[in-house]
């Protein structure tokens, strides 16, 4: 048995247009949330959440990236990627990093864009309509903050007490004229300033 979907939210957005400077190649941020009767809610305090995690996360992981890759145009657009979970008021924050922070869970979107990068991510507890933000990164470097971005999105009946809010995201491009560099300069710096 699968986890309980109620419902599934695709958001996109397209940027044109940063600090009043247009930009010639537009960035698309995408996610997909789906809505999730959490399987531990009123059951008091569970021991094991292994269960429910190994019988059902791989699915989840699946169903979400196939929606998100068709969503942005395919995996061979994304460039940056985050995922984030909300539980409800009866929940844990412990439900909602049972269910992402799984290989079960993320190795589907790893292997679909083939990065080499650790998977940014929230979780928290929050009521319905409540802001989930996708912290997002460079899928292959971490140190591009060109892709340090965030897509913010929100679903007005949820997640409800007893249901999880389970996201991806994905961005074909960083942000609009990024000016801060990135980590590897910094530490070039810092070493040039150290052997002064």
């Known amino acids: 048995m699968s986890f309980e979907i109620r419902k599934v939210v695709t958001y996109l957005e397209e940027t044109h247009i940063e600090g009043g400077k247009t930009t010639d190649k537009p960035v698309t941020m995408a996610g997909v949330a789906v809505v999730i009767r959490n399987p531990w809610a009123g059951q008091g305090f569970v021991e094991d959440l292994k269960p429910e995690i190994k019988a059902h996360c791989s699915d989840l992981g699946a169903f979400i ?26 929940g844990e ?17 790893r292997e679909a864009v083939q990065a080499k990068s650790y998977l940014s991510f929230t979780n928290k507890r929050g009521a319905p309509g409540t802001s989930i933000q996708i912290p997002m990164m460079h899928k292959d470097d971490e140190g ?12 007005e009946d949820a997640p409800r007490a007893d249901e999880i809010v389970v996201v991806l995201g994905a961005a074909d491009g960083g942000r609009l004229h990024p000016r801060i560099g990135n980590r ?11 052997a002064r």
């Open 144 to 155: 591009l903050r060109s892709h340090y971005i965030t897509l913010e999105m929100r679903i």
């Open 184 to 194: 590897y300069i910094d530490l070039e710096e810092l070493a040039a300033e150290k």
């Open 65 to 90: 990236v196939e929606r998100l890759t068709r969503a942005i145009g395919g995996a061979e657009r994304i460039e940056a990627y985050g995922k984030a979970a909300v539980v409800g008021a009866d």
């Open 93 to 109: 924050i412990e439900h909602a990093s049972a269910v992402i922070h799984t290989l079960r869970f993320g190795n589907h979107y």
